[in-house]
């Protein structure tokens, strides 16, 4: 049977057939939905649902018990039982950032640290499109492949204020085995002409600035915080933030200047790294990054929440947090999880 779908606070509905989930029938609607994984992991496309049922194929994995408590759905799995009503919690500004399909062209190529490459995109020169790509501090991009794979990578700075040509950078963890990575670090012509859809995801700053907020980082999973902090540096920030880099070893903190005097000249920022395999005379926090979090901060309730990184941190982050009392109304994240090398219903 066909159901309708509506989102609150729009005049959006549509319509799910029996075969469909809500995430695609809502992308068959052109509706600029947030999505990720498309398979239950990453939570990228956690909506709330505020009146109806709906059956899952198997338990959501990317839900922790707190969230489905709060009636949290993810729509990638999510089929109708009932006509459903939806917060999609999302700033209607979002609505007017459609992700496009653009080239770009690399402007620099650099190491940030020994395994993380810093890449800098611009849209060629005379596009008609260059002005008009923008994206919230926090949101990513999908890099397409020749071959039709996507890599997504968070952009790492907050968009130029006036540019009309706005650079994009990106930080790229070069793991062993890493397709596009290896790629890019070694056998990517100089000034190359990429491919991208953009800017994707749920993950920005939300207009919670009278919460006390952490930002957990975990390796270049700093990237889209640091995007965040960029924008809030601009401003006069009400918001007071604690922000928490969880990496191996010293060597891996490729940032830690900037956000070191960032957080000297901001009285609002606190700034934690968090070494996991700290090396002998190193006299800052160690261990799990969530775990340091919960040191200083072991009840979590009227913060919010930011979390962007490895999916096993995000994870034990999302649930350690909410057992501390954190609201998953204010729980925001990015998991990192790997490419799927297919992406049904994006050809
Ligand atoms: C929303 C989002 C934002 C992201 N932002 C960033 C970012 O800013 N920076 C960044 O570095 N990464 C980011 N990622 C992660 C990145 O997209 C993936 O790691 C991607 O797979 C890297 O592509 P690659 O071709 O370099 O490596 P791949 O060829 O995809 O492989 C990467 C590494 O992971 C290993 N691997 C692959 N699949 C698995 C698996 N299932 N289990 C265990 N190991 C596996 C490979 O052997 C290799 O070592 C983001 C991911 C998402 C979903
Ligand atoms: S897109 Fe639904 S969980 Fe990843």
């Known amino acids: 049977m066909t159901h309708r779908v509506r989102l ?32 239950g992991g990453c939570a990228s496309c956690r909506v709330r649902k505020l009146e109806g049922l709906v059956e899952y194929p198997f338990p959501p994995p990317g839900l922790s018990a707190a969230e489905v408590e709060a009636g949290y ?5 999510a089929r109708p039982r009932s006509d459903l009503l939806l917060d999609l919690h999302q700033p209607p500004q979002l609505d007017a ?16 640290a020994h395994d993380v490459l810093g890449l800098s995109l611009k849209l060629p020169r005379g596009s008609a499109s260059a002005g008009a790509f923008t994206w919230m501090p926090g949101q990513y991009i999908d890099l397409l492949l020749d071959d039709g794979r996507r890599r997504s990578f968070s952009l790492a700075n907050a968009p130029q204020v006036d540019a009309t040509n706005p650079t994009l950078e990106l930080h790229i963890r070069v793991a062993p085995g ?54 809030l540096t601009r401003d006069a920030c009400e918001r007071r933030v604690y922000l928490y880099w969880g990496v191996r070893a010293q060597r891996d903190l490729y940032l830690h ?91």
């Open 8 to 39: 609150a606070g729009r005049e959006t509905v549509f319509e799910v057939s029996p075969d469909e989930t809500v995430l695609q029938a809502g992308l068959r609607h052109h509706l600029a939905l947030p999505f990720g994984c498309q398979s």
């Open 73 to 77: 759905i993810l729509m990638c799995l």
């Open 97 to 112: 950032l459609r992700p496009r399909q653009l080239p770009c062209r690399v402007q620099s190529r650099t190491w940030l």
């Open 178 to 231: 890493g397709r596009f990575a290896q790629w890019a670090a070694h056998e990517m012509p100089e000034r190359a002409i990429l491919r991208f859809e953009g800017p994707l995801g749920a993950f920005y700053l939300r207009d919670d600035a009278a919460r006390p907020t952490v930002m957990v980082a975990g390796g270049t999973g700093i990237a889209p915080i640091h995007a965040m902090l960029e924008a």
């Open 257 to 347: 200047e900037r956000l070191t005097q960032w957080s000297r000249r901001h009285a609002w920022l606190r700034y934690v790294p968090v070494l996991s395999e700290p090396e002998p005379g190193w006299d800052g926090a160690t261990g799990l990054v969530h775990e340091a979090v919960l040191r200083a901060h072991p009840v979590l309730r009227g913060f919010a929440a930011y979390l962007s990184g490895p999916p096993a941190m995000v994870r034990a982050g999302k649930q350690a947090f909410a057992a501390a009392g954190l609201d998953a109304d204010h729980l925001f994240y990015d998991s990192f999880d790997y490419a799927h090398e297919t992406w049904p219903g994006m050809a």
